[in-house]
């Protein structure tokens, strides 16, 4: 089990960037997929980003193609999330999650989950 904290939120202009980290605390960070997600006021939670343990597969929605990169490093047992070119529909509350099984875009195959970091894009 890992036990996740983000960090990097904020508030940015539209057209600005924010880095989001997300440290796990626990043994065998690199055995699990990470995952990125996010959650604005009276929608469901949605895909961002995924990464697979060796990071060989990343996975985005489409929404932030060409925008996002994904990173991790799993000597400082650390998954980054670089975001370019913010909009205004990126602000949500951004959550990491941690999965034993393979990379993958579903929520429901998360089962570690950090207590997520408002990102805030002002027009």
């Known amino acids: 089990q890992v036990q996740l904290v983000e960090s990097g939120g904020g508030l940015v202009q539209a057209g600005g960037s924010l880095r989001l980290s997300c440290a796990a605390s626990?043994?065998?960070?690199?055995?699990?997929?990470m995952g990125w997600f996010r959650q604005a006021p009276g929608k469901e939670r949605e895909f961002v980003a995924a990464?697979?343990?060796?990071?060989?597969?990343?996975y985005f929605a489409d929404s932030v193609k060409g925008r996002f990169t994904l990173s991790r490093d799993n000597a400082k047992n650390t998954v980054y999330l670089q975001m370019n070119s913010l909009k205004p529909e990126d602000s949500a509350v951004y959550y990491c999650?941690?999965?034993?099984?393979?990379?993958?875009?579903?929520?429901?195959?998360?089962?570690?989950w950090g207590q997520g970091t408002q990102v805030t894009v002002s027009s």
């Open positions: 999650a941690a999965g034993r099984g393979g990379v993958t875009t579903r929520v429901f195959e998360y089962d570690q």
């Open positions: 990464i697979s343990r060796s990071a060989g597969t990343i």
């Open positions: 626990g043994r065998a960070f690199s055995s699990y997929a």
